[in-house]
C-alpha cells in the first residue's frame, strides 16, 4: 500500500515538474526577446524553421556601402570571431563597418565588475565614442520602418535605408529571407568630414 502510494506521489511530482517546466517555456516564449537571456534570444538559438544563423552581410551590400563609404579598414563584428576579440572595448579602425549583433551579449567590459547583457545601446555608444576619436563608422542595424520614415521628414541625411535585408547564413552561405524590419545604415562622420551626403539624403526614405 505505501509503496502504491509513493508511486503515485512520484508521478503526481513528476507531472508538476513537467506542467512548471512547459509553463515556463511557454512564458520565455511569449516575453519579448530583449527581457529573454542572451542564451534564449532567437537570433543566437538560430532560426526557428532550420536553425541557420542569418548573420552575414551580403557580399553585393558589402560592395556598395564600401565603394562609397570605404575602403572599410576595420570590423568590428567580424565571423567568425577570433579567440579573446572584443569589438565593445578594442581600439576600431579608421573607416569602419559595423553589423553587431541584433541580440544581447554578455559582455564585460573594463567598468564592470561582472559580466552584463548588452545590447545596440553599447555598439551604438562605441560608434559613437569612436567618431569623437576622428574615426568613421557605418552602423548597419534593424528597425521599424516608420522610424526612416520620419527620420528623412525631419531631414536626417546620414541615415540609409537598406530595406529588408536578407543576410546570408553563417553555417553556410544560405540567402535567409530578412527580418520583416528595414535595415538602416547609421553613417557616423567624423568631425573633419563633410556630414552632408547628398545620396543617402536621397534614399533615407525610400520605400525599397
Known sequence: MNKLINGDC???MKDM??????????????????????ADNKFHV?????GRHYWLTPPDLYASLNAEF???????????KPEGFDGLTCEWGQRNYVNPPFGSIMHQGPGDKKPKKKGPTAWMRKAIAEQRKGKMSVVVYPVDKWVLM?????????VRNLGDVRWHATEDGTIGK??????????????N?????TQAERKVGSDE
Open 150 to 158: 520620419m527620420l528623412a521628414a525631419t531631414g536626417a541625411v546620414n
Open 17 to 38: 515538474k513537467s506542467n512548471k517546466k512547459q509553463m515556463q517555456e511557454s512564458e520565455r516564449k511569449e516575453r519579448h526577446q530583449s527581457q529573454l537571456a542572451p
Open 193 to 197: 568630414e563633410t556630414l552632408c551626403n
Open 178 to 191: 530578412g527580418t520583416g524590419r528595414h535595415i538602416a545604415a547609421f553613417v557616423l562622420y567624423p568631425a
Open 70 to 80: 570605404g575602403p572599410f579598414d576595420f570590423d568590428p563584428c567580424p565571423w567568425p
Open 10 to 12: 512520484l508521478e503526481v
Open 46 to 50: 538560430g532560426n526557428g524553421e532550420d
